[in-house]
């Protein structure tokens, strides 16, 4: 199983930005796929997740109404659209895996992880 974040670069506030989480090795739907973040001196924290077989996604509320997540099944590939971006939301953002039919913004759940891509939001 591997995972790979794409699409981070720098983008002005209120911007917009489209990362993609290509996967290999598993079908996406048999898998939930989750969306975290790491700023510098934080802890890395939940953004949203997916399990693309029913299109179930759920977010943390900082990002709520902003950010939306979709798939394509056929590219085994999730998306995170995010809109509205405020500076608060730069940080390098991970996406990671699981076999299950479940899915959550808590990081232990998931067994995969990719390398992650760097957001910045500055003017």
């Known amino acids: 199983v591997q995972l790979q974040a794409s699409g981070g670069g720098l983008v002005q506030p209120g911007g917009s930005l489209r990362l993609s989480c290509a996967g290999s090795g598993f079908s996406l739907d048999d898998y939930a796929i989750g969306w975290f973040r790491q700023a510098q001196g934080k802890e890395r924290e939940g953004v949203g997740c997916t399990t693309s077989r029913d299109g179930t996604t759920h977010f943390e509320d900082s990002v709520k109404g902003r950010f939306t997540i979709s798939s394509d099944v056929a590219k085994n590939t999730v998306y995170l659209q995010m809109s509205e971006l405020k500076p608060e939301d730069t940080a390098v953002y991970y996406c990671?895996?699981?076999?299950?039919?479940?899915?959550?913004?808590?990081?232990?759940?998931?067994?995969?992880w990719g390398r992650g891509t760097l957001v910045t939001v500055s003017s």
């Open positions: 990671a895996g699981v076999s299950s039919n479940f899915c959550s913004n808590y990081a232990p759940y998931y067994r995969s």
